[in-house]
C-alpha cells in the first residue's frame, strides 16, 4: 500500500511562506501558497511603500528562479511562464527529484501575503480550496486592488466539511487568526491523521474555535502536528503576553470616546470582524466613518459576497463617506463622497480608516479648520508600526495622540505549548518560525525538517520517536 508523504517547500526555519504537499498514490494536496517574509521579493502591497518589487509582468518568473515558491511547474500559469527554462527552476533547488502525481489540488488557510501571494500566478485548472470567509475576502482585496485575481477555480469551504480526494479525505476547520475566514486543516488516508493549524492566536476573539480545534484533534488521535511558532525567540519565557480582543476594544471605546478632535485608524483591511467592531464602537459614540477607497471597497465587496462571521452585525447598517482625494473613476462605490476639506471641518464628528502611503493627508486634515492639536491616532495591528520614522514624523509635527491597540495575529509560546500539549500529537513540527528548536512541545516527540526534503509520514514518526531528529 501507497504511504503518505509530505514536501516541505517554504516556512522551514523562516517566518511565513508555508508551502507544504501532502501526497499519497495519485493525489496530493499543497497547502499555502505564499512567500517567506525574509525572500529577495516580498510582493507588493499598497498599504506599504516597497521600493523595491516584482517587474510587472515577470512576477512570476521572479518568483520561481529566486527560489521564492515550489518548482512544481504544473501549478502555474503558462501563460504567465512562457520561454522559462524548467531545467534552471530546478537548478534553483539543487535538482531536487520531486515527487509525481496526477492531480496537485491547492488549500489556503488565509488571506495573508505570506500564505497566498502566488494565487494570481496559478494555473486556472487547478483547483483551489479556502474557507466562504477567506474567498468573500479575497473578492473584496481583489476589488479594491489589493491582491491581483486568480483565474484558478476557487472552492469555498463550509466550517467542519470534508473534502474527499480518494487516497485522503481533508477536513476544514475554522480558527482565530487576524485575517477572516482563517481556517486549518486534518489530512486523514486511514493510516495515519495530519493536522494543520495554519495561523492561529489564543487571544482573539474566538479562543473557543481554537479550543474547538484542539479537541477535534485530540479525538482523532492525530500523528503529526504542524502547528507556526511565529512568536518564538531564542527565549521563550522572555516573550509578553498581548491583550485580548476583548480589552483591546475597550480601549479603542474609551479613546474614541473621549477624542475632541479627529481619530485615525491605520488597520489591517484583512481583519473584517475588527474593522466591524471598530465601526460599531465608532458610531455608537456618536462618530461618522469615513474610509479611503480601496478599504471601503474591500469592506463593500466582501459583505456583499458574503461574510458569515458577521452576519447580523450592527456595522453591516452603519453609513460609510468616502475621502475624495485620491479616489479613481476605476472605484465605483454606493457610499457618498466627503472632501478632506469638510472633515478637517468638522474633525470631531470623524473617525477615519486610512492607509500608510496616504499619511500626507494629515498636513491638510490637521492644518484646516480648527481643533489642532487634539486629534488621535490608532494603530492596530497594522504593517507599518507607530514606531515608523514617517508616522512618528507626521504625530510629532501636528501633536497628535499616538496609541498602539495591538494584539498580533499569533500565538504566545506558552499557548504553542498548551495547544501540543492538548492535541497530543506522536510528533510535532513547528513551521513559519525562526527559532523552531526553541518550542517547548511538553515532552511531545519533535521532527525538524530540511527545506525541499520529501519524507513519508511513518519516517517522520520514527525519526521522531527515536530522538535522532533534533
Not at 486523514?188 to 477535534?216: C, E, N, S, V
Not at 466582501?302 to 456595522?315: F, K, M, S, T, Y
Not at 494584539?407 to 492538548?422: K, Q, T, V, Y
Not at 517522520?460 to 533534533?470: D, G, M, R, Y
Amino acid at each position: 500500500m501507497l504511504e503518505g508523504q509530505l514536501t516541505f517547500f517554504g516556512g522551514v526555519g523562516k517566518s511565513g511562506g508555508v508551502q507544504v504537499l501532502y501526497g499519497k498514490g495519485k493525489q496530493a494536496l499543497l497547502f499555502d501558497f505564499g512567500v517567506e517574509h525574509s525572500s529577495l521579493l516580498f510582493p507588493t502591497q499598497v498599504t506599504l511603500y516597497d521600493p523595491v518589487n516584482t517587474t510587472p509582468g515577470r512576477e512570476l518568473r521572479q518568483f520561481l528562479l529566486g527560489g521564492m515558491t515550489a518548482p512544481l511547474l504544473e501549478l502555474y500559469d503558462p501563460k504567465q511562464m512562457e520561454g522559462l527554462d524548467e531545467s534552471k527552476v530546478r537548478k534553483v533547488w539543487g535538482d531536487l527529484e520531486l515527487p509525481q502525481y496526477e492531480q496537485i489540488h491547492l488549500y489556503i488557510g488565509h488571506m495573508h501575503t505570506d500564505h497566498m501571494a502566488l494565487l494570481p500566478y496559478a494555473n486556472p485548472d487547478l483547483p483551489v480550496y479556502m474557507s466562504r470567509d477567506s474567498l468573500s475576502l479575497f473578492r473584496g482585496m481583489v476589488a479594491g486592488g489589493h491582491s491581483k485575481d486568480t483565474k484558478a477555480r476557487i472552492t469555498p469551504c463550509e466550517d467542519m466539511s470534508c473534502l474527499d480526494f480518494g487516497e485522503f479525505s481533508v477536513q476544514v476547520i475554522e480558527t482565530d487568526h487576524n485575517a477572516t475566514g482563517a481556517a486549518g486543516i486534518i489530512i486523514d488516508d486511514g493510516i495515519h491523521r495530519i493536522a494543520y493549524t495554519g495561523d492561529w492566536r489564543g487571544q482573539g476573539k474566538h479562543p473557543d474555535k481554537m479550543d474547538r480545534f484542539i479537541a477535534l484533534c485530540r479525538s482523532k488521535s492525530i500523528d503529526v502536528l504542524i502547528t507556526e511558532g511565529t512568536r518564538l525567540t531564542p527565549d521563550p519565557s522572555s516573550v509578553p503576553y498581548q491583550m485580548t480582543e476583548e480589552v483591546l476594544l475597550s480601549r479603542f471605546a474609551a479613546i474614541v470616546g473621549v477624542a475632541k478632535g479627529l481619530v485615525y485608524v491605520q488597520m489591517s483591511p484583512r481583519d473584517l470582524e475588527r474593522m466591524a467592531d471598530m465601526i460599531s464602537i465608532a458610531a455608537e459614540k456618536g462618530k461618522r466613518i469615513v474610509m479611503e477607497a480601496s478599504l471601503a471597497m474591500i469592506w463593500h465587496t466582501a459583505n456583499r459576497e458574503g461574510v458569515r462571521i458577521l452576519e447580523g452585525h450592527p456595522a453591516l447598517d452603519s453609513p460609510i463617506q468616502i475621502i475624495d482625494a485620491g479616489l479613481t473613476s476605476g472605484i465605483k462605490l454606493p457610499y457618498e463622497t466627503i472632501s478632506i476639506e469638510e472633515v478637517a471641518a468638522r474633525k470631531h464628528e470623524h473617525i477615519y480608516f486610512f492607509k500608510f502611503p496616504d499619511l500626507a493627508h494629515l498636513i491638510e486634515l490637521e492644518t484646516l479648520g480648527e481643533l489642532q492639536g487634539l486629534s488621535h491616532f490608532i494603530q492596530s495591528d497594522y504593517s507599518v508600526k507607530i514606531e515608523h520614522a514617517a508616522v512618528t514624523k507626521y504625530l510629532n509635527t501636528y501633536d497628535i495622540t499616538g496609541h498602539s491597540l495591538s494584539n498580533g495575529g499569533h500565538a504566545h509560546p506558552e499557548a504553542l505549548a498548551d495547544l501540543i500539549e492538548r492535541i497530543a500529537p506522536k510528533a510535532v513540527i513547528t513551521l513559519h518560525s525562526k527559532h523552531p528548536l526553541s518550542q517547548d512541545t511538553r515532552e511531545t516527540k519533535v521532527y525538524n525538517p530540511v527545506k525541499g526534503e520529501t519524507v513519508s509520514v511513518s519516517t517522520i514518526l520514527e525519526v521522531a520517536l527515536s530522538k535522532i531528529n533534533t
